[in-house]
């Protein structure tokens, strides 16, 4: 019953460089979604999708693009990593008027 | 712009002791959820509340949903070692997006 799974756990990039978050579900889940965590901040919305090819921007979206070409995966790209986004990056999925379902995280560090 | 805000947002505590934690906001959500998240990993879902002024109770857990249904309350009784963690609140919206707490790092100390 695997869930929500992320990859990779871990990633040092360097500024300026790209780099794609992977995040898939096994729920059939139509909504997903992407925060990254920050210290004293919480949870922060990055993009989310309701569904295979529609996605829209949360909170913090830029330097970030994500598509949905199905309803496993929904992938995040970093075009030109900043040291700003030092983060800790999650991935949640749910069904309409439920609960999210996370994955464990990516950590990432930008030097 | 953070539209909730948890108090504290560190408590260190012994023991058996009890303790609650506050979410509160100037909106209104349809429900509110509770998670907790451990180091390493993603928030679990704890509870959901959805209507105003319910109060449900997960063993030493109770949550609470205000009566406008603008803020909540956790409150742990007996705490114990094993409660420690990251407590997170969470406001859906009728168009399903959750908007996140700052949170709240609970210790307890044995």
């Known amino acids: 019953n695997a869930g929500v799974t992320q990859t990779p756990k871990f990633q040092v990039l360097k500024t300026g460089q790209s780099m794609t978050l992977q995040c898939a579900q096994d729920m059939n889940h139509e909504y997903m979604s992407w925060y990254r965590q920050d210290p004293g901040m919480g949870l922060r919305l990055i993009h989310y999708?309701?569904?295979?090819?529609?996605?829209d921007q949360g909170e913090v979206p830029n330097g970030y693009n994500v598509s949905r070409s199905t309803t496993e995966d929904f992938p995040l790209r970093l075009l030109s990593a900043a040291p700003s986004q030092t983060s800790v990056y999650f991935c949640a999925s749910s069904r309409a008027n439920s609960p999210l379902h996370f994955g464990n995280g990516t950590r990432l560090t930008v030097t | 712009t953070q539209l909730l805000e948890q108090s504290p947002q560190f408590l260190s505590i012994q023991e058996g002791e009890n303790l609650t934690v506050y979410c509160n906001s100037s909106?209104?959500?349809?429900?509110l959820q509770w998670y907790r998240q451990e180091p390493g990993e993603g928030p679990v879902l704890l509870v959901t509340?959805?209507?105003?002024?319910e109060v449900k109770k997960l063993k030493r857990l109770t949550f609470q949903f205000g009566d406008a249904r603008k803020d909540s309350s956790l409150h742990i009784t007996a705490a114990q070692p094993g409660d420690t963690g990251l407590y997170l609140c969470a406001g859906a919206n009728t168009g399903n997006q959750f908007y996140f707490g700052t949170g709240t790092s609970l210790t307890v100390i044995p």
């Open positions: 999708s309701v569904g295979a090819g529609i996605t």
């Open positions: 909106s209104v959500f349809s429900s």
């Open positions: 509340v959805v209507t105003g002024g």
